[in-house]
Nanobody, 124 residues
Framework: QVQLVESGGGLVQAGGSLRLSCAAS????????MGWFRQAPGKEREFVAA????????FYADSVSGRFTISRDNAKNTVYLQMNSLKPEDTAVYYC?????????????????WGQGTQVTVSS
């Protein structure tokens, strides 16, 4: 069992930055690939970024590539999402999630554990 708790969301102006954190409980965190997803009002949940269990491989949605960086610290059981050059269209609830296998990381189906989400609002 893995429990995930996100933090770091908030209100920021366009062009600003935020760093999201996702703290995981459990001794097996380092065995899970981790992903960040987001969901805006009236829209489907969409993939943002993923990182392999070791942290050596990272993957991004085209819409955030070059602006967002995913990383993890397995010693601290934490995954991060550094978000720079934020745009109003980045406004959403951001969720972190854990899955046993990296294959299929872009699909929210297959993630075993989810956090409760943290709101990110980018004003224009």
């Amino acid at each position: 069992q893995v429990q995930l708790v996100e933090s770091g969301g908030g209100l920021v102006q366009a062009g600003g930055s935020l760093r999201l954190s996702c703290a995981a409980s459990g001794r097996t965190f380092s065995s899970y690939a981790m992903g960040w997803f987001r969901q805006a009002p009236g829209k489907e949940r969409e993939f943002v970024a993923a990182v392999s269990s070791s942290g050596r491989s990272t993957f991004y949605a085209d819409s955030v590539s070059g602006r967002f960086t995913i990383s993890r610290d397995n010693a601290k059981n934490t995954v991060y999402l550094q978000m720079n050059s934020l745009k109003p269209e980045d406004t959403a609830v951001y969720y972190c999630a854990a899955r046993a296998a990296l294959l299929g990381y872009r699909e929210y189906v297959g993630y075993d554990y989810w956090g409760q989400g943290t709101q990110v609002t980018v004003s224009s």
